[in-house]
Nanobody, 114 residues
Framework: QVQLVESGGGLVQPGGSLSLSCVAS????????MAWYRQIPGKERVVVAM???????GYSDSVRGRFTIPRDNVKNTVYLRMNDLKPEDTAVYLC????????WGQGTQVTVSS
């Protein structure tokens, strides 16, 4: 069964940290490029971080230096480590393969507020 399950979101104060997880099943995870997206109500999803099957990664300007995107191919999991969070990071975070998308998961809500 093809499935993406995101978790780890929550409420955090500005300057705080969170670690998100995305567990994939049924997609041949180790061969895929995976990306984390974020979406604000009424706006399109935007990619914030991406990692290819060889471990090379890239980041949007808005998160570079604050977020990292490691992956564990044994656990079929991609992570988003978020540091120095800002109110503008508030969004629903989702993962998927940007080149060959599969059905989207529910995402996980991140709220940065004092």
């Amino acid at each position: 069964q093809v499935q993406l399950v995101e978790s780890g979101g929550g409420l955090v104060q500005p300057g705080g940290s969170l670690s998100l997880s995305c567990v994939a099943s049924g997609i041949g995870f180790s061969t895929r490029t995976m990306a984390w997206y974020r979406q604000i109500p009424g706006k399109e999803r935007v990619v914030v971080a991406m990692i290819n099957s060889g471990g090379g990664s890239g980041y949007s300007d808005s998160v570079r230096g604050r977020f990292t995107i490691p992956r564990d191919n044994v656990k079929n999991t991609v992570y988003l480590r978020m540091n120095d969070l800002k109110p503008e990071d508030t969004a629903v975070y989702l993962c998927n393969d940007p080149a060959r998308p599969v059905p989207w998961g529910q995402g996980t809500q991140v709220t940065v507020s004092s």
